[in-house]
């Protein structure tokens, strides 16, 4: 049989094989033989570029040639022993067909698979774990090393290991020519050289956009380190500019995006799908990602709960299409830049705690600010991406020096607090995270303003942001309402609450045991009914806001946390003045008929309860007057236009919950 080959057939090959591989001028194709004649089983070949290890997901990509048209396929791995599958993408692009049996064409696929080099393709371009930035059209190594792609898109990292950037892969280059580019999204990662510096780019930042241009310097190089950050603490902190219109917040974010991508849009939080929210913000590593119109009372809860958990590195899991038992985690891998008109401060101040945060307001701009602009957007528009090699060139230094410094400038900033303030923690943290990566890169690369400058505008950041914090979060809302109610009469000054000056007070430690605490100086502190006070507070949020105040609980909770609750009281002296009205009987003169006539009186009303105790000083409220209770011309007047302000029984009131 093998005598009778063909001189067009491979006769090694096929004594080898049990087929032949035909390209010449009259044929193209894989060819068996059966003795007596030769037997066309395809009439094209198959050349193996390379297989895309994914595990059950691999991938290979072909290119197949009929002698006339050659395309290349990125199948799925399984399509290559399924004759029916294979036939269905070679097909697709032409005259390519299968005629040969599936034992005939298993044989070819097995020595086919033996040629393919394996590789892992990159689906997320940035910084990746084994030591490169990739962007789509080349790679870079910390150390000045641009490697440049084949023409397949695969970068071969060590002699076993190879990877994949399907963007830059000739593979698809046909698909981007058509406008169907299936990486489109990931092309605004490209790599561009220039000849502006770092330092003359940071300058120009800085002349722009004035003290909030290093925030944005520093928040480039902590967003190229995003992955050390993280590791300090497992959390990374979002970059949060807010204001009027026309103020330049948006522009400031495109600078920093500009640093790292070609055009690349920023996402319109009013608009778009749950996958492309999702998407935007996992599709690179260590790279920025700008969402606009970031507004609290727009943002799909869901939108904003992802934003919120990004800060601490939660994921998205979503089911596979076509898959009972698969599912897909959507990992968040780039830094926050949050863009709005309005500070959004729901959700007890969720985002300001975990944000850089910079006000803008709008300004009138000399026309040499609007040059020194216009030459800032101009060199935006020519491509920065080289500044990223800049600064990633020293990861090595960073990631070496990046917690100890960290570390010692964070304590530093906590002891040197301004007298009786305490920052609030994470904002500390986020504000000393923007320095610290400033910091280490200062000492390689020349900076707009010196360190001890932008450390000290730093610290005062954290701190003005951690007041605003004490002054806007939940239980402050709770103090306001409180001096509100005590304004409109709501409450009573000596029966819902008091304020004494005292040295010592008994306490409860727990349900049975009572303990002394004492002061070292006279102390003033306020007794609050807050079964009372509860009540009221809850009826005027309601009243206010069309939602539920705190429960009792939550208020427990949250107040033992703060220094200035003292605890539970088991039992203190309250009094009010209450105004009760009786008939009184007047006998008649001079044998008139007796007469009956009203009598108005105020009595003192006392009882002894538990109430929860606070330093008065600390809370930030002044709810002190001059009188206790209602004053008597008051009580009056209201008897006459309401009746009596007070009932005239007094039940025992259910003691407040122990804390």
């Not at 930035?133 to 190594?141: D, G, H, L, M």
């Not at 026309?246 to 500009?258: D, L, M, P, R």
């Not at 959004?344 to 709008?362: A, K, L, W, Y």
Request: aromatic share 12%; with cysteine; hydrophobic share 35%.
């Amino acid at each position: 049989a093998i005598n009778n080959l063909p001189k067009w057939m491979d006769k090694e090959h096929f004594e080898m094989h049990g087929y032949s591989a035909v390209n010449n001028k009259n044929r193209t194709g894989y060819y068996t033989h059966n003795g007596d004649k030769s037997i066309e089983v395809t009439n094209f070949i198959i050349t193996p570029i390379f297989h895309v290890y994914a595990g059950i997901m691999s991938r290979h990509l072909i290119q197949i040639d009929n002698g006339k048209r050659k395309a290349v396929l990125d199948i799925e791995s399984k399509a290559l022993v399924a004759i029916d599958l294979l036939q269905t993408h070679v097909v697709s692009e032409g005259n390519f067909i299968i005629h040969g049996s599936k034992p005939q064409m298993l044989r070819i696929a097995s020595r086919l698979l033996e040629s393919f080099p394996k590789c892992t393709e990159v689906k997320f371009p940035g910084w990746q774990a084994a030591g490169f930035f990739a962007f789509v059209n080349c790679i870079y190594t910390p150390g000045n090393n641009i490697h440049q792609l084949d023409e397949w898109g695969v970068y071969k990292h060590t002699d076993e290991k190879n990877y994949l950037i399907p963007a830059a892969s000739a593979a698809y280059a046909e698909l981007q020519q058509t406008g169907d580019d299936p990486y489109e999204n990931d092309r605004p990662l490209t790599y561009k050289p220039s000849t502006t510096t770092f330092s003359q780019w940071a300058d120009r930042m800085h002349r722009v956009y004035r003290e909030k241009g290093p925030v944005a310097i520093a928040f480039t190089i902590l967003t190229a380190f995003r992955d050390i950050v993280f590791d300090i603490d497992n959390n990374c902190p979002h970059l949060y500019g807010f204001g009027e219109r026309s103020s330049g917040k948006s522009k400031w974010a495109e600078s920093i995006c500009a640093v790292f991508y070609t055009k690349r849009a920023a996402f319109n939080l009013n608009s778009g799908t749950d996958y492309a929210f999702f998407a935007y913000m996992q599709r690179f590593i260590n790279c920025p990602s700008n969402l606009n119109e970031f507004d609290e009372k727009i943002i799909k809860p869901e939108w904003f709960q992802s934003i919120k958990g990004a800060f601490d590195g939660e994921s998205r899991q979503r089911g596979v299409m076509g898959s009972k038992n698969r599912t897909e985690i959507m990992k968040i891998r780039s830094t926050l830049v949050l863009i709005g008109q309005y500070l959004c401060t729901m959700d007890d101040n969720s985002i300001v705690s975990r944000s850089i945060i910079e006000g803008f307001n709008e300004k009138e701009h000399s026309d040499e600010d609007k040059q020194e602009y216009d030459k800032l957007k101009r060199i935006e528009e020519a491509g920065l991406s080289h500044l990223v090699t800049d600064i990633i060139n020293l990861r090595p230094v960073v990631k070496e020096q990046y917690r100890d410094s960290f570390n010692k400038t964070l304590q530093h900033w906590r002891l040197n607090t301004p007298l009786g303030e305490v920052g609030n923690i994470r904002i500390m943290q986020n504000w000393c995270h923007l320095y610290t990566g400033w910091k280490i890169i200062s000492k390689h690369m020349k900076m707009p303003v010196s360190n001890n400058e932008f450390e000290k505008y730093c610290s005062e950041k954290a701190m003005q942001w951690s007041r605003f914090i004490r002054s806007s979060d939940t239980l402050s809302e709770f103090w306001n309402t409180i001096a509100y109610l005590v304004d409109m009469g709501s409450i009573v000054d000596g029966w819902d609450y008091k304020i004494v000056t005292l040295t010592e007070i008994k306490i409860f430690k727990n349900r049975k045991e009572e303990v002394i605490q004492s002061f070292n100086d006279p102390t003033k502190v306020i007794y609050i009914r807050m079964n009372n006070v509860h009540k009221q507070y809850q009826l005027a949020f309601r009243q206010r806001t069309g939602k539920e105040g705190m429960t009792m609980e939550n208020l427990l909770h949250y107040f033992s946390s703060r220094k200035y609750f003292v605890g539970n009281n088991k039992q203190s002296r309250f009094k009010r003045f209450v105004v009760k009205t009786e008939n009184v009987t007047t006998p008649g003169f001079a044998g008139s008929p007796a007469i009956q006539r009203p009598e108005v009186r105020r009595e003192e009303e006392a009882i002894n309860t538990s109430s929860y105790v606070f330093l008065y000083n600390e809370l930030g409220m002044d709810i002190e007057r001059e009188t206790q209770g209602i004053p008597e011309d008051l009580e009056l007047k209201m008897e006459q236009k309401n009746g009596t302000p007070y009932p005239d029984e007094i039940t025992e009131p259910v003691e407040d919950l122990p804390f």
